[in-house]
């Protein structure tokens, strides 16, 4: 069973056995296979710990074929999805390339997609000097996919400076790679002229991805690279510092505050008031964008607004209200500051002369209905590039 974060599954006593999992096996680095208080496995497997479990048991198989029919058909179905909920412009964490440019060619493609790409794509871009910014205003390689640097926030495995409050023994968190590792990645693909992007939750994280990112820029400098730290969750006064020095734009949970508001008292509101912290980000200059992370958190953007505003959730809570930000504002981060994160600001982002005729036409002014209510708002119609791609 997997949570829905992407970080913790749950594994049975059958799948532990066949992975030769045991209570006393140890902990990989970077991950852990989790021990209730009489040290028995609870069954619960953190980040790198999972991958004993990708090389036992039975999956179901699919033909070259029926792979890429799946490809085809969920690109197809998300796309009318993103367009229904108001979404003209999305940034894609890797996929099937082939598929989306068919979904294309048949005028299944509603939205517009800064492609993400990892694994064989993104060595086939350094290879063959591909560097972000190549392709056209509905497909263009954007920044790599996450590199991931640390664990997860909704499920509290990501690498904090302290201890987790109330968690015993001491447990400070998962960290995915050395620093060394780190730096090796981010300075190949930065040399290789594409947008490094990381995916970074706990200070510590934030700051291994601003060490690899600031020696890259030193040893192979390149103007405007604008490296992407995805989620960039618990910042500090230091690390805000940096990422400003760096021109870092931070792509950071937006629904969450709304949706995952029944985790946040496992940090407390001490952390909570630095976590997601977009007053912060914008007071010291810095052009966060949002970042849903669908699966893991809802991209509906109106959820994401109302959660950047009110800082409460669906259960009532209120967490690090100090970080609350105008509905003006949070409607920047989720329009042009998402353009400026992917290198398109010149056609995206703003409703201007000259710009992409991207837009989606609401049934209420978000800055007038009552702050509960805005992820209420219907919208109405999803403009693409001037034609309409849904309606109510
Ligand atoms: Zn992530």
């Not at 904090?160 to 060394?180: A, D, R, W």
């Not at 990381?198 to 030193?218: F, Y």
Request: aromatic content about 8%.
């Amino acid at each position: 069973m997997h949570h829905r974060g992407g970080h913790t599954p749950f594994y049975n006593s059958k799948a532990l056995e066949l992975a030769g999992v045991h209570k006393d096996t140890p902990n990989p680095p970077g991950g852990t296979f989790d021990r209730d208080a009489s040290g028995e496995l609870s069954g619960r497997v953190t980040d790198r710990a999972r991958s004993v479990f990708s090389k036992v048991g039975e999956r179901r198989t699919f033909t070259a074929d029926q792979k890429a029919q799946r490809d085809r058909d969920g690109l197809a179905y998300i796309s009318k999805q993103f367009v229904r909920y108001g979404l003209t412009s999305v940034h894609h964490e890797g996929g099937n390339l082939s598929a989306l440019q068919q979904v294309r060619a048949r005028g299944e493609l509603l939205h517009r997609v800064s492609y993400e790409a990892t694994g064989n794509v993104l060595d086939a871009m350094i290879a063959s000097g591909i560097a972000t910014g190549l392709g056209d205003e509905w497909i263009r390689f954007g920044a790599t996919s996450e590199h991931t640097a640390d664990g997860s926030f909704s499920e509290r495995t990501m690498a904090l400076s302290k201890t987790y409050p109330g968690v015993e023994p001491p447990y400070q968190g998962n960290i995915i790679e050395t620093q060394n590792d780190l730096n090796a990645w981010v300075e190949r693909v930065h040399r290789g002229g594409i947008q490094v992007n990381c995916h970074a939750n706990g200070d510590v994280a934030i700051n291994m991805v601003l060490t690899a990112v600031e020696r890259a820029q030193q040893l192979f400098p390149r103007s405007d690279a604008r490296p992407k730290i995805t989620h960039c969750t618990l910042i500090n006064d230091d690390l805000l510092r940096r990422i400003k020095a760096a021109g870092v734009v931070p792509a950071v949970f937006t629904s969450y505050a709304y949706y995952n508001t029944d985790k946040f008292h496992f940090y407390g509101e001490d952390l909570m008031k630095r976590c997601m912290a977009f007053r912060s980000f914008l007071d010291a200059g810095v052009p966060a964008a949002a970042g849903s992370d669908f699966s893991p958190g809802p991209f509906d953007p109106r959820m994401g607004v109302q959660g950047m505003v009110t800082r409460t959730g669906w259960n009532g809570q209120t967490w690090g209200a100090n970080q609350r930000i105008s509905v003006e504002e949070a409607l920047r981060i989720n329009t042009i500051n998402g353009a400026y994160n992917s290198h398109e600001e010149a056609i995206k982002g703003s409703i201007t002369s000259g710009k992409l005729a991207d837009f989606v036409v609401l049934a209420d002014d978000p800055h007038t209905v009552d702050q509960d209510k805005i992820k209420d708002i219907e919208i109405v119609r999803t403009v693409v590039g001037g034609s309409t791609v849904y309606t109510a």
